[in-house]
Each structure stands twice: as structure tokens, then as C-alpha cells.
């Protein structure tokens, strides 16, 4: 079992471990005293530890004195299951699970300077200061979306890193589909998008040495089971259960998009950017031939996309103008 360290507001490697054992007998009923031996706390603290649960949602049925039990299962993203579901795999050998943070991302580069490990994720229920790109936050509803992050120590130019959002976009459009049979679009650079809404987005940050990434993070949030997003966002943002009508295991969905998402990030280390560039070019129609705005934060002008360069920036040739590198900005596209 590994130990969760001791970071303020993660799940107790205890209270997960009560989580999972409910979990795995759900609809059985299991006595208080079963309980306190197999995670070897006692009695009084399970039954304080049964209210801890209640209060964060999960619907724990039962008492005290007859034993406990789960009604349905709920879906919370147990480290434990996961773990076991990603066996054998690098990413996800180290989780640590918050009901409740402020961002993955600020967690995971805490993590980077403390020494953790390639492939340690960081994943939450909810979040109160979910970040995206310039600036902007990222809705974070408790339990109905993804959110995490994973650190990675890949041996890099710093110039490179950004690739690493690309990979995980298409990893990511890769596990949806094989769950959903929902083809996400990949917009260059960071975003999913279904039907022209966001269904998920990338946030990839760093630190570095002016030729050497020491270590980098990607957050990746998606919208998996919300049924609505408040009114600010209802228009731009959308949901897997939003476009199938139909409830997505959120654990399942994880652990696809960690297998996956570490099998091409070993791909792209072995194969070089090229790996990452073709992939993606291969699995986007946006690259090529889209109307689009480049707003980039300096000046903005429309264009057409024309492919990505071999670094796997987007060339856009400029209405009336040159063709031109985007190295960072906001592109949308224009219809
Ligand atoms: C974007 O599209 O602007 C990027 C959004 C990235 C959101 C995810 S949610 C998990 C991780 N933690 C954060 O604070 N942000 C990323």
C-alpha cells in the first residue's frame, strides 16, 4: 500500500480505505467491528468516519450498531481502485485523491519540488480555484467531472514541453471515444470540444532550466457528467452526458485516459516530436483549412490553418498577409 503523504486536505489513506471496502461490498451490510479490524481503527472511528462520508455525499446506509452499507455505488474516484485498475502501469502507481482542493495543478507543482515521482497524479472531487489557460478558471463541480494532473521529469527542451498538451489531447479524445463511442474535436492547442463546445481542456505548466525541463505538470479537466453549467458558460461549455444522454463512469474514464495517455507519452520519449505532430494532425480536422481568429493577446487577425510545423506549432496563412508561426494565443474558430 503506498502511503499518502501528508499534504493538508487529502483523503485519509484511511477514510479511501473504508471508501473502498464499502465499495467493494456495496449492498452488503458490514459490521462496524469487521470494519475497524480490516482498516485497524476502532469502532468509534468508523462510525465518525460514516459521517464524514455522509457529509461529503456518499449515501451510506445503516447504523452503528447493525453495520453499514452502501446503497449503489458511488462515483468517487477511490485512489485504491484505481490503483488496482492501473496495475502494472507507471501513471497512477502514486495517487493522491481530495475531496476538496484549490487546483490539481497547484498541488502537482508542489509535488514537482518536493521530489515526487514521474507519473504521481493528483486528483479531486472538486475544485474552488480550478485554473485554465490566460488566466481564465476552470469550472470544477464536485463529482461530475474529471480533474487532475500528472507530473512528469521527461528529459525535454523546454520548447518541447508543450507538446506534452497535445499528447495528452489526443490520449484523451482516444479513451473517450473507446468509452463513449464520442468522438471529441481537438482545437490546437489545449482544447476538446463536442458539437463546438468545450468538453475538456489542457493546462501544462513547468520548471525549467533555460535547455532542461526539471519537471512538468499536465492538468487535464473534463466535462463528463454535468447536466448543466451555470449561465455564463451554458452556451461555450458542454458534457458527455450532456451530447449522450447517458451517465459515464468517471473512474473507468480515468484510469483508460492514464493507460493510454502513458503508452503515447513512452511513444512521443522514443519517437521523438514527430510522433506527437503526425498524431495529431492525423486526428484533427481543425488544423487544416479552418477559418479561424488568433487573438494573441497582443494584436488579432483572421486567417486559414495550414497544418502544424514540425515543432507542432500552427501556421495559419493571414488573410491578405504571410503565412505565420502561432506560438501561443487564442485561436477560434470563424464561420
Ligand atoms: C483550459 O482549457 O483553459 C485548460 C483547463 C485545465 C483545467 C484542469 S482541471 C485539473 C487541472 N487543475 C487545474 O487547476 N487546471 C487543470
Redesign the pocket.
Known sequence: MHQTPSLPGTTDRRLAALLTLLTENSTIVISGTRIAREIGVSRTMVWRWVEQLRKLGVQVKGQHSSGYFLEKVPDILTPDLLRKRLKGNQFGKRVLHFFKTD????VAMELGYAAEPEGTVVLAES?T??????G?S?H?ERGTGL???VLLRPRLSPAQAPLLTMLAGISAQAAVQAQTGLVPELKWP??LLLNGK?LG???TEMHAEPNLVRFVIV???LNVNQEKFPAELSSIATSIRMESGRLTYRLELLARLLAQFESDYNRFLQEGPGFVVDRFQSVTSFAQGRRVRVDTGTETYLGTTEGLSPEGLLLVSRDNGPLVTVIAGDVTEVR
Do not use: E, V
Request: overall charge positive; glycine content about 20%; proline content about 0%.
Open positions: 487546483s490539481t495543478n497547484r475544485q480555484d480550478g485554473r485554465g489557460r490566460s481564465r476552470w470544477s480533474y487532475f494532473t489545449n482544447d468545450k481542456g489542457i493546462l492538468g487535464i479537466g
